[in-house]
């Protein structure tokens, strides 16, 4: 699927959805559909990385719940430590992605093995440091932020609108960028050509599990409350995205505007399905069946070459 | 005599008897790509039929076609007048087709015998596969073919690569086909293995069996064919017995024009300038390279040669930061510190590696990011790509090099394969190397782009550069290269220079027979 296509996509669905109940196209309605992409969308980025460079993160889920628990725990309510603890949440996701990135650049360890690893002490650890329990609530700052509008559109808006511009530019005409993809599309001729693939390598891990760390607290902010399993939708919504923006799951070819389309489509889909009353099992057998088509058509492309 | 004129050869020759193989009108697209072009193929028992064309003509397709590997959309095979439907290799097998492939169909961790009787066990009365008799049989069949015998029980993965071959070609023998499809099988063998296969081949077409050889070298189709046919863009263009068509005339035929020279023809000494680009001083990588010392000066070609896998490999890698060595290397009189091939490209040295599809190029990438991807730096400013200097960049390359392509956005990998060495090339060259390696740069190229790349080389000597040039054609090092250094069991074995670098010599060096000092 090319990325006009997923747009043209998510135009039909909320067409499709408005013929059904008109009240899905309202100005409200749009509002939220884009807010609750733009935290598939702040995921989606390091997960684009990760895949255009035959890679994938599955630590997404339990870095976004381990830094929501974090940040609502080490506020616990306090405006004026919500800086500094963002900084040290923000900083020990690096370190899990440069783990990561170390670990599949360096150690040559299957992305899928390594990150799923990492998820896995990441997931422990924070069961251990909360005991199971958690019972706080977001400083109001960041709440405030959340929820805030500036100019009529929603401040996450905002900062989803600077990530996407820094995106997109980052992968089209940095030097980083056609590296990542030389990388995807053939990692011996990207190092034979002076690409230095290892470091490279690392980069996608960290922006993925900082872009994880990040969205945590935001989401943390929108729902009022961390908990458990806030992270568990956003592995296969972000690889979904991803998919559906027209990337190749085995990497080379994708861009950000393209994930960002799939973000709007899955968001949207997840609405009409909610319109239509299917539940969150349909919700998950249509991420899963997005994918997989993602995928086969992927491989059926490759092998037509 | 024109190329049209030999065309009117294969109208000419209508033939007495009907052929006993007969392929005709066979049509094969790939979305849109014209890979047969109503091409044919008329063969008789006891004939060794010759194959050319030039890369991207067709052949691979017609073999395919021929294996079953490949259904034509168009087009008929009839075998000893029987029509043939090869919808899988394993109607052609039952019909009676055998074919060796470029690509090894042996599995690597099953052993020699094993792999040779592949589906044909000789089986025990429970009907268990013996294995001794399954290594009698092995044995018996080296014997009966003239072949020294390898161990039955070894996992073929070990065998070096010109033993592969010769199972595979062995494996196809003992199948007793009535028709033997040989591709390309020369490129991996010895010249003492090469005149086995020919008279293996011999025998087999003189027992009644159709052989079609399938070569570059048009010196073995000379050689060893009774006939040969000629296809060019999915078509026949020309079919008539070897003795009427020198080679030159089949050069012609396969470009469909004529082609003036081969080599360039300025004397290699003009370029040469009295200046030391790189110098290598004891170099090893135990345990395939040891104590090798190299000097190239400006503008100079050091051609290297050698049998298969006697450290030309590890040569190149240690030269370009793909395999820890010791000794010393420098380049334009600095230290080059080679631990990666960033820092070796940093240094000014440039490789042009073995196989572009799977180390060269990034192939589903445009052709732009090729050239840029090893200059993006230059192209940039302030962190961002100039778009400008990055079209100039890409645009002076396509020029310089005369890549045709429609757009340099197109992916690479849906241009020619001489096109796309071109682009490879152009990206080395745009890191303004001091000293450039190529290895076998010209393998699988066209003769029309080979000449092509050897005028490119000869301008970027003359620009002052300094080329090491491994080849496995010793004609074309013998008319490239300044110097020529032999390497054997990872050492320079012979150092020929002047007139003493000949093809015979070069080949009688790296054989270990005369010419060696």
Known sequence: ?305 | MDAAGYASVAGGASEERSADLVLSGLRKTYGGVVALDGASLACFRGETHGFVGENGAGKSTLVRVLSGAVEPDAGTITLEGQALRLSSPADARAAGIATVFQEFSLIPHLGVAQNLFYGLEPRTKLGRISTRGLERAAADAFAAHDLRPLDPGRPVGELRLAERQLLEILKALLREPRVLVLDEPTSALLPEQVEWLFQTVRRYADGGGIAVFISHRLAEIQTLCDRVTVLRNGANVGSAPVADLPESALVELMLGRKLERFFPTSLPHERVRDETICEARGLSAPPDLHEIDLDVRAGEIVGIAGLEGQGQGTLFKALFGMRPANGSVTVRGRVAHLATPRRALKSGIGLVPEDRASQGLCLTLSVRDNIALSSLRTVSRLGLIDRRRHRELVDRAVEQFSIRLGSPQQPVSSLSGGNQQKVLLARVLATSPSLLLLYDATRGVDVGTKTEIYDLMHEICCGGVGIVFYSTDASELANMADRVLVLHDGRIRAQLEAEEMTEANIVAAAVGGRGTP
Request: overall charge positive; hydrophobic content about 55%; proline content about 4%.
């Open chain 1, 1 to 305: 699927m090319s990325v006009l296509t997923a747009y043209v996509v998510v135009v039909g669905l909320v067409v499709a959805g408005t013929l059904y109940t008109p009240g899905f196209s309202g100005i409200g309605q749009l509002r939220t559909y884009a807010v609750q992409a733009s935290f598939i969308g702040l995921v989606g980025l390091g997960q684009t990385l990760c895949i255009l460079t035959g890679g994938i993160d599955l630590s997404v889920p339990a870095v976004i719940t381990g830094s929501a628990v974090m940040t609502s725990i080490l506020c616990h309510g306090d405006s004026a430590r919500l800086a500094p603890v963002i900084v040290l949440v923000v900083c020990l996701a690096a370190v899990a992605g440069v783990v990561n990135g170390i670990g599949v650049a360096y150690a040559n360890v299957p992305p899928i093995i390594m990150t799923l690893g990492m998820g896995g002490v990441v997931q422990g650890l924070m069961l251990v440091y909360t005991k199971g329990g958690i019972s706080s609530f977001p400083p109001p700052a960041l709440a405030r932020f959340v929820v805030g509008r500036t100019l009529g559109v929603p401040h996450l808006l905002w900062f989803w609108a600077a990530i996407i511009a820094t995106g997109a530019v980052l992968l089209a005409v940095t030097p980083f960028g056609r590296r990542l993809y030389a990388i995807g599309a053939n990692r011996e001729a990207a190092l034979i050509a002076g690409v230095d693939v290892r470091r490279m390598l690392v980069a996608p891990y960290v922006v993925s599990a900082v872009g994880a760390a990040v969205t945590g607290v935001l989401l943390m902010g929108y729902n009022g409350q961390a908990y458990l399993t806030m992270g568990d939708p956003y592995l296969f919504a972000s690889a979904a995205a991803v998919a559906v923006g027209g990337a190749s799951i085995l990497g080379g070819s994708g861009n950000y505007v393209g994930t960002v389309a799939g973000a709007l489509v899955l968001t949207v889909l997840s609405a009409l399905l909610i319109v239509f009353s299917l539940g969150a099992g349909w919700l998950l057998i249509t991420y899963g069946a997005v994918l997989l088509t993602a995928a086969l058509l992927a491989s059926v492309r490759v092998q037509r070459r």
